[in-house]
């Protein structure tokens, strides 16, 4: 087995991967920015934002580098492009203007913000990048594949079932939860930001 699938790795991968992009605390986000859509829409949603997710992870894993180098991109950049963009969603729920964009115009919010940069964020991204490094060998590859495969099983697996969420706290639960994920975002949104100053200040930019 061992000589196929490094256990070790894949745990790593996934737990790692699964504190990141956190799929329980997806749920509240996910509802929020789909406020007031039907069940069926909740559903697409929930898968188009995973396969958006993934395809960033894995070409990120596999070009990640060269994609930034191209661009003279540095990893700090990146995270504070993310953490504005997370600001600004995060500002959007705390007003409540993300329900008047829905009505304007049929936006598809598993595309961004949900897909990118709240799954496959730099956090995330930049992981992926660490772990493909150490893919030396068919039992690596086989590891850290599995392992983001299985954290994108989880996240579909939270934003699918969260319908029956939806049906228990009804529109004006769904408008506290939509205050209250706006906050939390607007900190992690802020903490991405301070940590890529920190990163600049320090050199690493």
């Not at 790593?12 to 069940?39: H, Q």
């Not at 829409?41 to 894993?61: N, Y």
């Not at 994920?181 to 600049?200: E, N, T």
Request: proline share 3%; hydrophobic share 60%.
């Amino acid at each position: 087995m061992s000589d196929v699938l490094s256990l070790v790795l894949m745990t790593e991968v996934f737990v790692t991967l699964f504190v990141i992009m956190d799929p329980v605390g997806t749920i509240p986000i996910f509802l929020a920015l789909n406020r007031g859509r039907s069940a069926a829409t909740l559903h697409r949603a929930a898968w188009q934002a995973v396969a958006v997710s993934f395809a960033v992870i894995v070409a990120f894993a596999f070009f990640g580098q060269q994609i930034l180098g191209y661009l003279h991109i540095s990893l700090p950049a990146l995270q504070a492009a993310g953490g504005l963009l997370l600001l600004l969603v995060a500002l959007e729920l705390l007003t409540g203007k993300e329900q008047e964009a829905t009505a304007a115009a049929d936006v598809n919010v598993a595309l961004v913000p949900l897909g990118t940069p709240m799954l496959a964020g730099p956090g995330a991204i930049v992981a992926t990048m660490v772990f493909s490094q150490r893919v030396h060998d068919l039992a690596s590859f086989a590891a850290v594949a599995l392992g983001v495969v299985l954290v994108h099983v989880a996240l579909w697996l939270a934003m699918r079932f969260s319908t029956p969420i939806l049906r228990l706290i009804r529109d004006g639960g769904v408008m506290l939860v939509s205050r209250i994920s706006g906050l939390l975002l607007s900190a992690i949104a802020v903490q991405l930001v301070a940590d890529a100053v920190r990163a600049f200040v320090a050199g690493e930019g």
